[in-house]
């Protein structure tokens, strides 16, 4: 049997198979980096991925030891501190996204409300947005901290303008339109009644938590945050609230604006729950946020006679309701209006985003002046907060400047009161209160 020559010539060249031409490949290449290298770049990625697990459990836990439900806002001393000793930028991400996620972990629960309650939106695609605004709001709010995260290797003085212009940035606009669970609020915790310097003090024991090396300059400075931090709680005594001042929480639900027999029958139900606090005494009486809704000419007549016997008898009603500014496109302010002996109004610096302030849309709300003076009531000078404002601190700055008298917060939580976030935000107008040294009255509907 005879060979074909062609065919034997094709037999005897070396065949390539591609896998093992791509693995010689790639043998070359590992063999030409250097094992210190290849063994450095294992442990950094061994150790990275250690710190992301404990990292995103310590923001966790200081969510909630800090907040609703518990109350140590001590306990925000331990993210600076952790997150400055955190091996990769990673890491430092997820402690601080993991404790905005914790913290604000009712927002999808809160969409799904709001906006299927007013028929905006099915239930199923409100909670799905309130999901993407819930990951949004923890990204945006953890990547100033991940942007500015020290190394290991980092001066203590870089360490400290890293930390104060970290909690700064998501604390005042344009992040901190959304700024809610600022460290900052370890002020009041530490310091209250301090206002300014209460505030200051606050940022330096934040920065202070960074150092990663105590030496002596930096034990002198704790040991000196901590003095005056004692001295801060010695002296402080919780304010007492004005005489027969009540701000009354009421449970009336979401409010039912489309037609007139609805108006007449929540009109009815202010006007008796009012009558009965001043037949109780009460000289000044505070109702929740938007509890009156739109203000109209028809509730203007229906009022008028309470309006005229307040006025005859001294007593003031301070009552939340929305005020037209524009008919197309709608516009108007979520303002608490003073009423009765008294006279004044003052409108929401930052409504909440998406649900009321919608710049562009057919409907939205718009934002007050932030250089609103505070109200007189009844002879006191009153620092008033609108529902979302609980939850930030830029708009109350001017309580750290000067303490007023009483400090006023109305609310319509109809969509959150059995939530975390009622108490959250509880707790962030207290804070705004106590660094303030005022008395807190707050009035909220459910």
Not at 113 to 142: D, K, N
């Amino acid at each position: 049997m005879q060979c074909d020559p062609a065919n034997q010539q094709r037999d005897s060249k070396p065949r390539h198979h591609p896998v093992a031409s791509f693995s010689r490949r790639v043998l070359t290449v590992m063999q030409n980096i250097p094992l210190s290298l290849r063994a450095a770049d294992v442990r950094q990625a061994v150790t990275s991925f250690r710190h992301c697990l404990p990292a995103t459990a310590a923001g966790i836990v200081v969510a909630l030891l800090a907040w609703y439900p518990g109350h140590h806002m001590v306990a925000l001393l331990a993210l600076p501190a952790v997150w400055s000793r955190l091996r990769g930028r990673l890491a430092g991400f997820l402690i601080w996204a993991s404790y905005y996620l914790a913290g604000a972990r009712d927002i999808p629960v809160v969409c799904e409300r709001f906006f299927a309650g007013y028929h905006e939106l099915t239930p199923r695609v409100g909670f799905a947005l309130g999901l993407g605004f819930w990951l949004l709001q923890a990204i945006v709010l953890a990547l100033p901290w991940t942007m500015l995260k020290p190394g290991l290797a980092t001066s203590t003085t870089s360490r400290a303008w890293r930390t104060a212009l970290a909690a700064l940035v998501v604390t005042i606009p344009p992040i901190g339109i959304i700024g809610w669970l600022s460290p900052l609020h370890i002020a009041s915790a530490l310091y209250p009644g301090w206002r300014l310097a209460g505030m200051a003090l606050g940022m330096a024991a934040l920065c202070a938590m960074t150092m990663l090396q105590f030496g002596p300059s930096v034990w002198l400075a704790c040991s000196a945050l901590a003095a005056l931090s004692l001295c801060a709680q010695w002296q402080w005594v919780t304010p007492a609230a004005p005489t027969r001042w009540i701000a009354l929480n009421t449970a009336l639900g979401r409010f039912d604006q489309s037609s007139y027999p609805s108006l007449y029958t929540r009109t009815l139900q202010l006007r008796t729950i009012v009558q009965g606090a001043f037949e109780d005494g009460a000289r000044v009486v505070i109702l929740p946020e938007e509890i009156a809704g739109l203000w109209r000419p028809a509730l203007a007549l229906w009022w008028r006679p309470d309006i005229e016997r307040m006025r005859a008898a001294g007593q003031t009603l301070v009552i939340g309701m929305d005020i037209g500014a524009s008919t197309t496109p709608l516009r108007y302010t979520d303002s608490a209006f003073v009423t009765g002996a008294g006279r004044g109004r003052v409108d929401s610096r930052q409504p909440v985003p998406v649900a009321l302030w919608r710049p562009g849309g057919q409907t939205s709300a718009v934002r007050g002046d932030i250089g609103e003076p505070w109200l007189t009531i009844a002879g006191r000078r009153a620092a008033i907060s609108l529902c979302y404002e609980d939850l930030l601190w830029w708009p109350h700055w001017r309580t750290l400047l000067d303490r007023p008298d009483v400090v006023i917060s109305q609310s319509n939580g109809w969509f959150d009161a059995d939530l975390a976030l009622a108490g959250i935000q509880r707790q962030g107008i207290a804070s705004v209160a106590r660094l303030a040294g005022a008395p807190l009255l707050r009035a909220t509907n459910r």
